[in-house]
T-cell receptor, first 110, second 117 residues
């Protein structure tokens, strides 16, 4: 099915560990995004990529890095996980004004 | 600064009744878009409806309609004939272009709707 695929769906990390969240879209969209969702705060933009080869910081980029590997894939990396990064992470791609979201990754940092 | 405000953290509605979820926004840009998303308990984000700032008519998509009042800067979502499957979190969002070539998209904090049988 066409859409945005995120892996993994769930992850538990220890403080200081690193990991990469994977995202791929097969809709040929140019723009891709990483959001985090926290209770009472809606979705906040971490990083985005307007096109292949470009990335830009969003609202809450600290503690994260991203890679736009190709047009399909946009990964989010936590180099040294902290408990404050416990959240639900969503990848999205853009067509015109709307976003198509992945199913989310629930990350817990202990 | 641009902002989206959803003042209702939670709401209840009886099945088959209509419900309005409030959303107000703040922007100085003349061109912007307003969106509603649904997030069921399974966690995915589902696009529901879109309203452009220059659209003359209120957007409708099936049982969803967007009550757009530009002067009041409100973009309320109306769900008619509520169904049990409408129980979910609902997010209002806004897109805008503060400078040429940049593109911003912000979300409200959400309203949790519970439909009662």
């Amino acid at each position: 099915n066409a859409g945005v695929t995120q892996t993994p769906k769930f992850q538990v990390l220890k403080t200081g560990q690193s990991m990469t969240l994977q995202c791929a879209q097969d809709m040929n969209h140019n723009s891709m995004y990483w959001y985090r969702q926290d209770p009472g705060m809606g979705l906040r933009l971490i990083y985005y990529s307007a096109s292949e080869g470009t990335t830009d910081k969003g609202e809450v980029p600290n503690g994260y890095n991203v890679s736009r590997l190709n047009k399909r894939e946009f990964s989010l990396r936590l180099e040294s996980a902290a408990p404050s990064q416990t959240s639900v992470y969503f990848c999205a791609s853009r067509k015109w004004d709307t976003r198509t979201f992945g199913s989310g990754t629930r990350l817990t940092v202990v | 600064a641009q902002k989206i405000t959803q003042t209702q953290p939670g709401m209840f509605v009886q099945e088959k009744e209509a419900v309005t979820l409030d959303c107000t926004y703040d922007t100085s840009d003349p061109s912007y878009g307003l969106f509603w998303y649904k997030q069921p308990s399974s966690g995915e984000m589902i696009f529901l409806i879109y309203q452009g700032s220059y659209d003359q008519q209120n957007a409708t998509e099936g049982r969803y309609s967007l009550n757009f009042q530009k002067a009041r800067k409100s973009a309320n979502l109306v769900i008619s004939a509520s169904q049990l499957g409408d129980s979910a979190m609902y997010f209002c969002a806004m897109s805008y272009e503060p400078t040429s070539g940049t593109y911003k998209y912000i979300f409200g904090t959400g309203t949790r709707l519970k439909v009662l049988a």
